[in-house]
């Protein structure tokens, strides 16, 4: 059995860990187990909330902290201890939502802190999401959102891709990017989350922990929103399924998330590292 130690593999979970079918394989469960008694670190990055993952969580050896809300949250899963959370500034941001629904009212909006969210919209624009995994959260007025609370992520959903377009302009002309990151988290899914923020930023939170600092860092992701966290591990892995953008700062792409991406992974890449690096290299 190989020897995984010195090793901290970080993987996204929807698209990546996740596949097309929403459930991990038996298949990359049995391979994170073998990995985990290997003496490898596994955790995951992810854009859900804490509570929309717990089932997957349950599944999965996590013997480190793990990234949610896409950067804004580094929890420890075994005692629900959060080590470091960051919140947008409340204030501001309810006024750029505020105007959001003024010119765009036909979105659903998120507004998500630790523990709940919050839906200010209307329910028949609600993500489908919601619909089907029926989670608890509040409904309420935007006007009912008290500014001293603390907001970790905003999204919106909409199945109309020219609001997402809209939104990401929207932003731009109202300079949120001076308080805040937004971005496509999926193709129906605009997010805002903290500046200082990023699941990357929160790597290299981990990294910074005494019982990490030796490891190396693998980490696998699918979307955009993984662009940072490849960028700050060691190894940067994308799923064949990825994105263009995120394929281009890979250092190696592996299999879709629908052909076992972490099995794949922890079998035929780690093991290989070196050589797959050089003939990337040769081929570039």
């Known amino acids: 059995m190989t020897d995984f130690s010195n090793i901290f593999l970080i993987s996204d979970m929807d698209g990546t860990l996740i596949d097309s079918k929403s459930q991990i394989s038996p298949i990359n469960k049995y ?26 969580i349950a599944e999965l050896p996590i013997n480190a902290p793990s990234i949610f809300y896409n950067g804004t949250i580094l929890e420890n899963t075994h005692n629900n201890v959060a ?24 979105v659903c909006i998120q507004l998500h802190t630790k523990d709940t969210f ?8 609600d993500d489908p999401i919601i619909i089907r995994e029926r989670p608890s959260f509040i409904r309420c007025s935007l ?28 932003a731009k002309s109202m300079e949120i990017n001076k308080i805040a990151k937004y971005f496509t988290s999926w193709a129906n899914y605009f997010e805002v989350i903290p500046k200082n923020a990023s699941k990357g930023i929160m790597l290299e939170n981990l990294r910074q922990m005494s019982m990490y600092k030796d490891k190396i860092f ?3 992701g699918d979307f955009d929103n993984d662009i940072e966290m490849l960028l700050f ?52």
């Open 31 to 56: 391979a994170l187990t073998e990995f985990t008694k290997a003496g490898g670190t596994f955790a995951v990055a992810t854009g859900r909330t804490l509570n929309s993952c717990k089932d997957f």
């Open 83 to 106: 080590i470091k959370v960051i919140s947008l500034q409340t204030k501001l941001i309810l006024s750029f939502l505020k105007q959001c629904l003024i010119y765009c009212p036909q």
């Open 118 to 125: 919050y839906i200010v919209t209307n329910e028949k624009y």
């Open 143 to 170: 006007d009912d959102i008290k500014e001293d609370l603390d907001i970790l992520k905003v999204q919106f959903y909409t199945p109309n891709l020219n609001t997402i377009s809209w939104l990401h302009n929207f």
């Open 218 to 220: 693998i980490a696998v």
């Open 233 to 284: 591990a060691d190894y940067g892995i994308a799923a064949l399924n990825a994105t263009q953008n995120l394929k281009q700062v890979a250092d190696i792409i592996g299999v879709s998330c629908d052909d076992h991406l972490l099995s794949h992974v922890i079998n035929n890449i780690i093991p290989h590292l070196d050589e797959l690096l050089m003939a990337n290299l040769q081929t570039a």
